[in-house]
């Protein structure tokens, strides 16, 4: 018996592993969150070039972040006006460019991006390629190549690694009075760049970087320079100033190498400056404008018009309207006018509202069995009392409309939502339910389809439940597996056990 019933649990335990497997994988891919209403943070950047144009063709170039560690780019835009815009990648160089045909006088473009901060990994700080490059030549003067080699000396005797000798360099520079420190800074007075020559002539690969401290609401910023040194871990960031090692969480890594960060042609007096502010954006707007491309969003619903995407929401939530209906009627044992009647009220109630919709539902219902009950004077073929109690139903549905709008109540417009054939044929088997079994069937019939109603709108109205119905489709594979797993339950129902506590209390 055990073997006939292991491919119904092999079942149950793929649909279990599809549905939770495929809504988290779509989780870490497209970063849709779990919960509604979540917020990130965001950067938003803006970069602002001030230039004087000399009257003819004008072209600005502006380099741009290749590599962001800790950092994703979200979407970028330029303001220029009167200017073409493009951003060019050229061998994993990024750069923006601005060109306009004549330009005179004062000029300012300005350069956006909005970049999310992401959780750092070990790949993201060994920044750059994994190669080890070349070390530069360095070529001084005699009395600064003294310097150089005087220092490099000092430092040399106290460092074991390429980080610890960038240390050791910093605090010789950064010490006073040191006449080997000071004819270097007299000679090179920007830290980043002479620390760099120091390191290549000592042996060790480093290369100045430009980084962008993220400060909220400030105005106005520039970009300071770095030392990336290459170790045995890839490169690794040290602040030339202050010798600090490691890329700070604040830190937006701008550009690398010795290229020109602002190149103007046609233009003179130019002056880059950094703007930026601190944003909170809702979490799912982030998802759709990162991962559009992606394979899960194209699987999505994302991409249609929102009319279908609306009738879809309410869609995906059948399934958990099945599932309150399945285990009130076979856990509970609580009689209901069929099995989707229901469900589609409970649909009606998410647009109309519960109270509004519980009253318009027993009025039509009410006044539809007391028209049934002339019809069946009439002696009407079946055919016949079923389509004649549908003109009937929409004549009552329009009064009540109509009603309610002249009294200022819009909800009973949105009673069409009823689907007319589901309500007329209920009237009808309440009537027969009536006729065979008498009022109190009918009333807990009915009285049991409008609580699993309830129920199933109480659990579809629930803000979590939308978001994840709508988001992760896939879930509904799970509800399918609790639905086959309850088709499976022969004991006693709820009710049963209330029914013969009596019984239990004799013995």
Do not use: C
Request: proline share 4%; charged share 15%.
């Amino acid at each position: 018996m055990k073997m006939q019933r292991l491919p119904f649990y092999l079942l149950i335990l793929a649909l279990l592993v599809a549905g939770f497997g495929t809504a988290w994988l779509r989780h870490i891919e497209t970063d849709v969150p779990l919960m509604p209403g979540e917020q990130k943070p965001v950067w938003l950047i803006e970069a602002r070039i001030d230039f004087f144009a000399q009257g003819g063709e004008t072209t600005v170039r502006l380099d741009l972040p290749d590599e962001t560690p800790g950092f994703r780019l979200i979407r970028e835009q330029a303001a220029s006006s009167g200017y073409g815009f493009a951003v060019l990648n050229d061998n994993n160089n990024r750069r923006a460019e601005w060109t306009r045909r004549s330009a005179g006088g004062y000029q300012t473009l300005y350069y956006n991006a909005q970049y999310l901060p992401v959780t750092r990994n070990a790949s993201d700080l060994a920044l750059g390629d994994d190669l080890a490059p070349k070390v530069s030549e360095v070529f001084w003067d005699e009395p600064q190549a003294t310097a150089a080699r005087e220092l490099l000396r000092g430092a040399r005797s106290r460092s074991t690694t390429p980080a610890s000798t960038a240390r050791e360099i910093l605090k010789l520079l950064n010490s006073s009075p040191d006449q080997n420190a000071e004819l270097l800074l007299a000679a090179e007075p920007d830290r980043a760049d002479l620390l760099v020559n120091l390191l290549n002539q000592s042996g060790v690969a480093a290369r100045t970087v430009m980084g962008l401290y993220l400060e909220d609401a400030r105005r106005r910023q520039s970009l300071t320079p770095m030392v990336e040194v290459f170790t045995d871990n890839g490169w690794v960031v040290i602040n030339a100033n202050t010798g600090e090692q490691g890329l700070p969480e604040n830190l937006l890594l701008w550009s690398r190498g010795e290229a020109a960060q602002l190149d103007v042609i046609g233009g003179e007096n130019s002056r880059l400056s950094f703007s930026m502010i601190r944003q909170t954006v809702p979490a799912m707007a982030l998802s759709k404008t990162q991962f559009s491309d992606n394979v899960f969003s194209l699987l999505g619903v994302y991409s249609l018009p929102i009319e279908e995407q609306g009738m879809f929401k309410l869609l995906f939530l059948l399934p958990l309207g099945a599932f309150v209906v399945v285990f009130m009627r076979v856990v509970v044992g609580l009689q209901t006018a069929g099995t989707f009647m229901p469900i589609l009220i409970s649909l009606a109630f998410l647009q109309t509202s519960l109270v509004p919709g519980l009253i318009s539902f027993v009025l039509i219902v009410g006044l539809g069995l007391l028209l049934r009950s002339y019809l069946s004077y009439l002696n009407l073929l079946l055919v016949a009392r079923i389509a004649a109690l549908i003109v009937l139903v929409i004549f009552l549905i329009s009064v009540l409309s109509l009603v309610g709008y002249r009294l200022g109540f819009n909800a009973g417009i949105t009673i069409t939502f009823f689907p007319m054939i589901i309500i007329a044929w209920t009237i009808e088997r309440m009537s027969i339910l009536w006729e065979e079994e008498g009022v109190r069937e009918v009333l807990t019939q009915g009285g049991g389809s409008l609580l699993v109603a309830i129920l199933a709108y109480l659990l579809m109205s629930v803000e979590v439940i939308n978001h994840l119905s709508f988001n992760f489709p896939e879930l509904n594979l799970v509800i399918l597996a609790l639905i086959l797993v309850m088709g499976q339950y022969t004991g006693y129902k709820l009710s049963e056990l209330y029914r013969f506590q009596s019984m239990r209390a004799d013995d």
